[in-house]
């Protein structure tokens, strides 16, 4: 019994979390993202202030999609650092679409 809730405690402690953000409501997107970095919080995530300037990422191009993850990695890192050290995987879509349309 000791070893099945030492087995649920470390599965619920390195879980994998996502916050996506969609300025315009759409379909969820499954293309690659255009920018992709893995940013350090602390804590378990409540200290640390990283900031993404999308403009400097897309440029011209519309921000289709932004999430905050924490992969399996992230949790990972945070699960052997008991939570001192607790990175997230920040992604940015940029829209292709005016890309695809300057080139006709």
Same mark, same amino acid.
């Given at each position: 019994m000791k070893a099945f809730l030492t087995t649920l !405690? !470390? !599965?619920? !402690? /390195? #879980? &994998? /979390?996502? =916050?996506?953000?969609?300025?315009q409501k759409m379909a969820k997107v499954s293309t690659s993202p255009t920018y992709q970095d893995s940013r350090p919080f602390f804590m378990w995530g409540l200290v640390g202030d990283q900031r993404v300037d999308v403009k400097? =990422? &897309? #440029?011209?191009?519309? =921000? =289709?999609?932004?999430? /905050?993850q924490q992969t399996f990695t992230d949790g990972a890192l945070g699960l052997v650092t008991l939570g001192i050290y607790s990175p997230h995987t920040i992604k940015v879509w940029c829209d292709e679409q005016k890309n695809k349309g300057a080139g006709i």
């Open positions: !405690l !470390l !599965l619920i !402690l /390195s #879980g &994998c /979390s996502a =916050v996506t953000i969609q300025p400097k =990422v &897309c #440029g011209e191009q519309a =921000v =289709v999609q932004m999430q /905050s």
